[in-house]
Nanobody, 118 residues
């Protein structure tokens, strides 16, 4: 399974960005899809997660500003980020938990840089 991320970039505080992450491969089914982020000198942290049953979890710091969604037909997960502030600056990674042959594997995207200027 390969994940390809897109949508990062530079934005001013208060602006918006939309991240996308498309999964491709053969004979897999996706359970949960998620976005994590890692700022310089910090550990990678969960931002948002959506399960196959559309149960959604957000980090407290992004509640009300970020929205995670998924398109099952395209095996794609999105992260709509609004009201961005400099604290949101980080490399954003998508993650999927995929089931192949009865075994669950975790895959990570390559990361996309999000920089919010003040």
């Amino acid at each position: 399974v390969t994940l390809v991320e897109s949508g990062g970039g530079l934005v001013q505080a208060g602006g918006s960005l939309r991240l996308s992450c498309a999964a491709s491969g053969s004979q897999f089914s996706i359970n949960a899809m998620a976005w994590h982020r890692q700022a310089p000198g910090m550990q990678r942290a969960l931002v948002a997660r959506i399960t196959s049953g559309d149960s959604i979890t957000y980090a407290d710091s992004v509640k009300g500003r970020f929205t995670i969604s998924r398109d099952n037909a395209k095996n794609t997960v999105y992260l709509q980020m609004n009201s961005l502030n400099p604290d949101d600056t980080a490399v954003y990674y998508c993650r999927i938990d995929a089931q192949e042959g009865g075994v669950t594997f975790r895959y990570w995207g390559q990361g996309t840089q999000v920089t919010v200027s003040s």
